[in-house]
Antibody, heavy 116, light 107 residues
């Protein structure tokens, strides 16, 4: 059974940093593009970033370029999102997702709240 | 950036009725369009990919059609568990974008 379990969310002040992690199991992690997608409270879905199987290609939505970094460790079956210079508008549930598109499996999400 | 527009914003229907949801792209996305369902408090679930292909385990009452800029998701006969929000999403060009969603609620 495919499982994606996010961790690392929480409350952070504006300008602060957080690192999200996603533990993958039930499939060969190194064979798949992986993505982060977020959803602000009561709002729609927004693609944040994705990363190729070997980490050689990464794509970011403009609003997070230069602030967020997606990475992966295939030996640990893990996906990461380093988030720096956080803003109030980054407040959202962050989903770890398998594949770049279409996404066939989603984690349950981790809530990031940016507030003073 | 390719903008997706969904209509209507809300669709109020009764169980057993047919639901027709629309997604329009600001430029052609070929057939690179997917549909997702999101129930309250849950992660999205893939329903349709590449415009008309049902994902694994998705009931036959869900169907997708269209190409280019105009797409439709049809639910032939609504079941109680189908009342949810539905999003379209394109993968023709980065950044991949989602539509704002259509909420299907109980009339």
């Amino acid at each position: 059974e495919v499982q994606l379990v996010e961790s690392g969310g929480g409350l952070v002040q504006p300008g602060g940093s957080l690192r999200l992690s996603c533990a993958a199991s039930g499939f060969t992690f190194s064979n798949f593009w992986m993505s982060w997608v977020r959803q602000a409270p009561g709002k729609g879905l927004e693609w944040v970033a994705n990363i190729k199987q070997d980490g050689s290609e990464k794509y970011y939505v403009d609003s997070v370029k230069g602030r967020f970094t997606i990475s992966r460790d295939n030996a640990k079956n893990s996906l990461y999102l380093q988030m720096n210079s956080l803003r109030a508008e980054d407040t959202a549930v962050y989903y770890c997702a398998r594949r770049a598109s279409p996404i066939d499996y989603w984690g349950q999400g981790t809530l990031v709240t940016v507030s003073s | 950036e390719i903008v997706l527009t969904q209509s209507p914003a809300t669709l109020s229907l009764s169980p057993g009725e047919r639901a027709t949801l629309s997604c329009r792209a600001s430029q052609s996305v070929s057939s690179y369009l997917a549909w997702y369902q999101q129930r309250p408090g849950q992660a999205p679930r893939l329903l349709i990919y590449d415009a008309s292909n049902r994902a694994t385990g998705i009931p036959a009452r869900f169907s997708g059609s269209g190409s280019g800029t105009d797409f439709t998701l049809t639910i032939s006969s609504l079941e109680p568990e189908d009342f949810a929000v539905y999003y379209c999403q394109q993968r023709s060009d980065w950044p991949f974008t989602f539509g704002p969603g259509t909420k299907v609620d109980i009339k």
